[in-house]
């Protein structure tokens, strides 16, 4: 877990490198959990490629396997977008990343020293705090005037992050991670998506003290009054969705109540996922995760004291923080530097002075 009361000057950095005309053109990948998005700083148009990084790390493989489509991927995506082929790019790995950094930091910088000879893409480990970040700035740019919470909550596949101008929390307790910790827990099964339901009252107690047992660090990283905005889909088209429909909505609302949350936990819980598909008029994507995707919201908010999350679906990805991020693009430039750090310190390597590089 990482988590800072001083976020406002990195955000005030990003905002302002973000307002300065670039020297040439950027393209930035951000390389998530399940896959790589690539933009570039003249362009609107985003690409992308689906590949699954958590998988062999939970498996204990490493990220072997992934170096071939990752390559590919880099030299690929930028053609398909049209993107200037003189542009430089920089890569940002985030939560598996982070993972494979804590599993051997050595074979990891191996493995993107091949990844960048191949493809000339200098990838680099992006901090929990920078990522942070890149969230609340692009939901910034985003959403502008109807962003009236003190943070947005970002739940991705292998992290989520609660951002703020001013403070930050981040853990590895996304959507996958998440629910396969409940897996582990009450079903003994190292397999995720598993079938949580239905789930005993004894079961649903344990999901809970699970759930509060790791997040109990936002308490000392946020302040006391903390407002949500929820960006991401697991809520935009997953809990919310399924709330609304529980209580006969019409599909127009943005917001949520914990009251009510909590209410349909404790129904849904009782279902199997047939009768939770009945219920919520068919079958969905989200079903499997749905149980697991409630539980950690109404965890969120009973950590951080709120008694009601806004919701607005947006396609935020990391592409405009690390566009702006000028320390990225400087490593980029010393990315045999960076790698030695990367070894030696893991992913504090992101954020060391590489003017003090040889």
């Given at each position: 877990m990482i988590?800072?009361?001083?976020l406002a000057g990195l955000v005030f950095a990003l905002f302002s490198a973000s307002t300065v005309a670039f020297d040439g053109c950027r393209v930035a990948f951000d390389i998530g959990s399940s896959g790589i998005r690539a933009g570039a700083s003249n362009s609107e148009v985003t690409a992308r490629a689906d590949i699954d990084y958590l998988g062999p790390l939970w498996a204990g493989r490493g990220l072997e396997e992934t170096v071939a489509p990752t390559i590919t991927a880099l030299r690929d995506l930028p053609d398909k977008a049209g993107f200037a082929p003189q542009c430089v790019a920089v890569g940002g790995g985030f939560s598996a990343w982070r993972l494979a950094v804590e599993q051997g930091a050595g074979e990891l910088a191996a493995l993107l020293a091949r990844i960048h000879q191949a493809s000339g893409v200098a990838i680099l480990v992006i901090p929990q705090l920078t990522e942070g970040a890149y969230g609340y700035l692009g939901a910034r740019q985003r959403l502008g005037d109807p962003l009236t919470t003190t943070h947005i909550l970002d739940i991705g596949g292998g992290s989520l992050q609660i951002a703020g101008a001013e403070t930050s929390f981040g853990e590895a307790l996304g959507q996958k991670i998440w629910h396969r910790h409940l897996c582990q827990e009450i079903r003994n099964c190292e397999t995720a998506p598993c079938a949580l339901q239905p789930m005993t009252g004894d079961e649903l107690v344990i999901a809970r003290e699970l759930a509060a047992e790791k997040l109990k660090g936002i308490g000392a990283a946020l302040p006391t009054r903390v407002s949500m905005t929820a960006i991401s889909r697991p809520v935009s088209r997953g809990v919310l969705p399924a709330l609304d429909k529980l209580a006969g909505g019409n599909g127009q609302r943005r917001s949520l109540q914990r009251d009510e949350l909590t209410a349909a936990i404790d129904r849904m819980a009782r279902l199997t996922l047939d009768e939770s598909a009945a219920l919520l008029g068919g079958s969905s994507g989200h079903l499997p995760w749905l149980l697991s995707d409630m539980?950690?919201?109404?965890?969120?908010?009973?950590?951080?004291?709120?008694?009601?999350?806004?919701?607005?679906?947006?396609d935020l990805t990391n592409i405009p923080g690390l566009l702006a991020d000028e320390q990225a693009f400087v490593w980029q430039s010393h990315y045999g530097c960076y790698l030695d750090r990367l070894r030696s310190m893991g992913e504090k390597a992101y954020a060391s002075d590489p003017a003090t590089c040889p």
């Open positions: 988590f800072s009361r001083t539980l950690l919201v109404e965890g969120l908010l009973q950590a951080t004291g709120g008694e009601s999350l806004a919701v607005a679906e947006i």
